[in-house]
């Protein structure tokens, strides 16, 4: 069963950076698209960025300029540097599959509260 386990959430001013990390069980990322997506309170989930296996990467509008996705095929690893954090960037972040509608089971996400 794959499993999905991110890290790297916490509280920071705004202006701040955290780097988050994701690593799947699994062979979830073999010839998948990755991505990290947020959740932020009463709001629906959407995505943040996205990583194609060839590497080819999009970013919603949002994080553009100051979010930095990346993947380690051989570690079953993904990470998103966030940089000029914001309030709005508050919310639980998950990576999984690209697009959602071929997600597999989702992780327990990592939080970020970004302070004002």
């Known amino acids: 069963q794959v499993q999905l386990v991110e890290s790297g959430g916490g509280l920071v001013q705004a202006g701040g950076s955290l780097r988050l990390s994701c690593v799947a069980s699994g062979t979830i990322f073999t010839d998948k698209s990755m991505g990290w997506y947020r959740q932020g309170p009463e709001k629906r989930r959407e995505w943040v960025a996205f990583s194609t296996s060839g590497g080819t990467i999009h970013y919603n509008e949002f994080a553009k300029g100051r979010f930095t996705i990346s993947r380690d095929n051989a570690k079953n690893q993904l990470s998103l540097q966030l940089n000029n954090l914001k309030p709005e960037d508050t919310g639980t972040y998950y990576c999984?599959?690209?697009?959602?509608?071929?997600?597999?089971?989702w992780g327990q996400g990592t939080q970020v509260i970004v302070a004002s």
């Open positions: 999984n599959r690209f697009p959602a509608r071929d997600a597999t089971s």
